[in-house]
């Protein structure tokens, strides 16, 4: 574990040296974002949309007790919505959606020999692999995260009131009540952290691939354990630190 913690650190060290030329690593970087926030937004927001109105209907649920004013629905499912589902289960499904891709991309480069032949022109090649991905994790991850959390209060609305569980103005007066700022600043912190998580740890994994093509599938999926792994750690942390 140590072993492979200190090539982490040493590999990062080499992506955030100083680039050669700025500009080379611009498209890359355009490019990255592109497919890690444009391509992943219709996964993010069907699982929202789901998550939310299922987590709407649990809350009424264990909420039945005529003591409890219905507005609680909303407001708790708005809580849980920005403080962990949205961003935990946001970077979970990113992990084997974007993390898996990043590591079969780098791991074939490796095996085969792409990576050397950039190391031989001169090139930085863990910057100029990397540091795009790296960039464009932790720009579209909190954005992301920010549109999963507004989509998945909106699917609480839906799966509420298409179900009877609570009616539309008790869930919009709950979702407006004592709502503090302070959560939304939580969401992001996690969200970057887990964007740089994500593309990290691929990439490491990527990067030092031995062997075929099937030790590049093997890296696929030691990137979604460690990932995985990684983000709920992160999460427990960030969470004990914050609130």
């Known amino acids: 574990m140590f072993t492979h913690f200190g090539r982490y650190i040493l590999l990062l060290q080499k992506v955030f040296k100083r680039p050669e030329k700025g500009r080379i690593y611009l498209t890359n970087m355009f490019n990255e974002m592109v497919y890690i926030g444009v391509d992943s937004l219709f996964l993010i927001g069907i699982i929202s949309l789901f998550v939310g109105a299922v987590m709407t ?27 962990e589902l949205s961003p935990t289960i946001s970077a979970l499904v990113l992990t084997g959606k974007i993390g898996s891709a990043i590591s079969s991309e780098i791991g074939t480069m490796r095996v085969t020999e792409q990576i050397d032949a ?5 090139i930085n090649a863990p910057g100029y692999l990397i540091l795009p991905k790296i960039i464009a994790g932790v720009t579209m991850v909190p954005l992301l995260v920010i549109i999963s959390i507004g989509l998945a209060i909106f699917g609480g609305y839906l799966g509420g009131t ?8 008790d869930y919009y007066r709950g979702i407006t009540e004592a709502f503090n700022p302070y959560t939304i600043s939580v969401a992001l912190v996690k969200a970057f952290f887990f964007g740089f998580i994500i593309t990290t740890v691929s990439s490491y994994q990527g990067f030092f691939v031995k062997g075929s093509a099937l030790d590049v599938g093997r890296a696929s999926t030691r990137t979604v354990v460690t990932s995985s792994i990684a983000i709920l750690a992160a999460d427990y942390i960030i969470t004990g630190l914050m609130l």
């Open 162 to 169: 298409l179900s009877g569980a609570i009616s539309g103005a």
């Open 57 to 83: 209907l649990q809350i009424a649920f264990q909420l039945s007790s005529e003591l409890i004013p219905r507005t609680i629905i909303g407001m708790v499912n708005r809580d849980s919505a920005i403080l």
């Open 118 to 122: 950039l190391e031989i022109m001169g």
